[in-house]
């Protein structure tokens, strides 16, 4: 049996670089609380990401939640239902209600042509994803935003290094939230962040995150905990200097896939966006049952038949969420709801050899043919 495949693999420094980096915290004891690690990780992220502010927090999903909190948002959030958990989670735990806006079917981001009808005068926010380093439609939203006087609250967990028309994609909307967990193009092991423009926002991010604590002597908020602690900054210090080169990595993966899978009848893959020099984050692939010859489930199965384990993401719909159960109609977001039905995202890591690549598009490919997934 040959090694396993996973659908992703962390991204690390060689051991000795990790050492050296966390080395001087045994001389300074200074383990968490915004040291000198988190304030060297902040100052460098926030020139690589091209914004004017960068706050690190203890995980993406924390940047979300506090986020939305801090604007002191009410009522109803557009957003998509074609997301992680944690997108519609830090929505209902500020006590929000998610609106669900439909995908479009090209790069699976919000369809920002569908969101000016969904407004109503209780809507305060609108809350887009940014879906596999692709980026949604920034002019529309931006242009939707400013009518309605709408905050926005960019979800860009898989946009890390992702630029649009040379910018950084952190400094489009109000607020930019990225993940740096440990299966992320760039990770410290468990982190997040979040870029803004608005100082008074920042301050109000900043005691969200640590307690509400105003000074040594005046705690004049109710806060969380959301302190990125040293040894994560540290390891986000080290993949710093490396993740342009991982990119590059993920790229050469991506074009082999490419080779083999575009223009194959039934599959359909993410598109080529003017003016965004994307990441490489993920490879989807959507299948047509009808015109490829076997279902996404099928080549789920196929493959990890043969230890290669692909992912169903996303899927389900966080609309379609047990714990949501009879509050939100999945039909009226129909092509998410088809999407996720059929989309399957192939292994993709820096070091993935260029032979495994082909052997899965082989499995892949097979499936289609005559007889199916055997």
């Given amino acids: 049996m040959e090694d396993k495949i996973l659908v992703t693999k962390s991204s690390m420094p060689e051991l000795p670089e990790y050492i050296e980096e966390i080395s001087e915290l045994w001389d300074t004891h200074w383990l968490t609380n915004m040291g000198c690690k988190h304030q060297k990780l902040q100052q460098q992220l926030e020139t690589y990401l091209d914004v004017d502010n960068v706050e690190l927090l203890t995980n993406g999903h924390m940047a979300l939640e506090l986020s939305m909190q801090a604007s002191n948002l009410s009522g109803e959030v557009i957003t998509t239902p074609f997301t992680f958990a944690s997108t519609t989670h830090a929505i209902v735990r500020n006590g929000l209600t998610p609106v669900f806006c439909d995908i479009d079917p090209v790069t699976f981001t919000i369809d920002a042509s569908k969101i000016e009808e969904l407004i109503t005068d209780r809507t305060t926010a609108i809350v887009p994803v940014h879906v596999y380093g692709n980026i949604c439609n920034i002019e529309e939203i931006e242009r939707i935003a400013i009518k309605y006087g709408l905050k926005v609250i960019y979800d860009a967990a898989h946009a890390f290094g992702v630029t649009y028309k040379t910018k950084g994609i952190g400094s489009y909307g109000d607020i930019s939230c990225f993940s740096f967990h440990a299966t992320k193009v760039f990770n410290s092991i468990e982190g997040g962040a979040v870029c803004f423009k608005d100082s008074d926002f920042g301050k109000k991010l900043y005691k969200l995150k640590n307690f509400g604590i105003k000074n040594e002597e005046v705690v004049d908020g109710i806060g969380a905990n959301a302190k990125m602690n040293e040894f994560c900054a540290a390891m986000g210090l080290c993949n710093l200097r490396h993740v342009d080169e991982e990119i590059k990595k993920r790229k050469l993966i991506v074009e082999r896939y490419r080779q083999h899978l575009d223009n194959v009848e039934g599959i359909q893959l993410s598109p080529v966006q003017k003016d965004v020099k ?38 389900p719909l966080t609309n379609t969420f047990e714990c949501f159960h009879g509050k939100f109609n999945v039909y009226e977001t129909p092509i998410a709801l088809h999407i996720s039905k059929r989309v399957l995202t192939l292994p993709l890591y820096s070091n993935l050899q260029l032979e495994d690549v082909d052997r899965i598009c082989n499995i892949v490919l097979k499936c289609g043919e005559k007889g199916g997934c055997v």
């Fill in 278 to 315: 994307t990441n490489y984050a993920y490879f989807p692939v959507v299948f047509d049952e009808k015109n490829f010859g076997a279902s996404r489930n099928e080549v789920y199965e196929a493959l990890a038949i043969n230890n290669i384990f692909a992912r169903k993401y996303f899927y």
